[in-house]
């Protein structure tokens, strides 16, 4: 129970990845406030972890507009009162599209539900937390926040932006009691990410771990930063991806030995 009487929102808690740690959370003793965009995912989300002897209360709120931030801090305070320990800032939509292409409307929806939304809830959360004694906030970012990679400008650029706004809440916040960090997952298999086969076997080759992430590992580090184990850890942006930055663009051995061949024998006729 390492989590015992804690409070916790996790935002895009109805399904995915949030929805893992809001069960893992509650599993570990803490009463989640479930917030997503979908309230009948939030309310089942709710309900599974309810079933199951936790304490989970849904909420249903766009956190891409302060109206909607608003109102889930006004459900948390119902809920908990003036005290807020734990805030999983994960709500977040996925985009792809070429620069040359981006829209000004995509641009703008992607910052909003992505960044807008974490600033905002980052921010309200903070305020609450640095008026009673301090919390742990632990924002969603990704592997494609850290590195280049074709069609994600918008969507690389809110997660870039996620891991800055970390670095700068830890610095502003932690004498005020307050540890921010970032976890940035690699491909996780929720289905946010749809790919194809060939597109999934691409990945795969340039997984070192030989596998997608699952929704569980990323909760793991979630608990594992919200617990007291990293009581002195703040401003970090913790890679859960299988060693998928480590490795970059690899080559395979196969690869590589063909390159050296053609090196070593330039004037080979195959
Ligand atoms: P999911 O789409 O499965 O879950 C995200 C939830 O957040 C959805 O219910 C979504 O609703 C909700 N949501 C989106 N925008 C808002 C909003 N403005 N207000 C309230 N709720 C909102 O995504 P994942 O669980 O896969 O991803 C969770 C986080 O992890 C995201 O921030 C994502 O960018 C990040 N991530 C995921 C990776 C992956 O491979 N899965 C890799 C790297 C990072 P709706 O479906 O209606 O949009």
Redesign the pocket.
Known sequence: MRLESKTAIV??????????IGRRFAAEGAHVLL????GA??EAAAEEISAGGGRATPCT?????PE?VGQMFETARDCFGDRLDILI??????HHGAFLELSFEDWERVL???LT??FLCAQGAARVMAAHGGGRIVN?????GQRGSYGRTA?GV??AG?HQMTRIMAVELGPRGIAVNA???????????SMGPDQERRYLERIPLER??H?RD?AGTALFLASDEAAYLTGSVVNVDGGFDAAGLIFSYTELTTVKSDVRDPTRSD
């Open positions: 935002t895009g808690g109805g399904r995915g990845i949030g929805r893992e917030a997503d965009i979908d995912r939030a709120a766009d956190l891409g507009l909607g800032n994960n709500a977040g939509i996925a909003r539900n992505n939304s974490a969603i970012g990704s592997i494609s969507y809110t997660k996620i976890i940035a997952p690699g491909p996780i298999d929720t289905g946010i990410t997608f992430g929704a990323i």
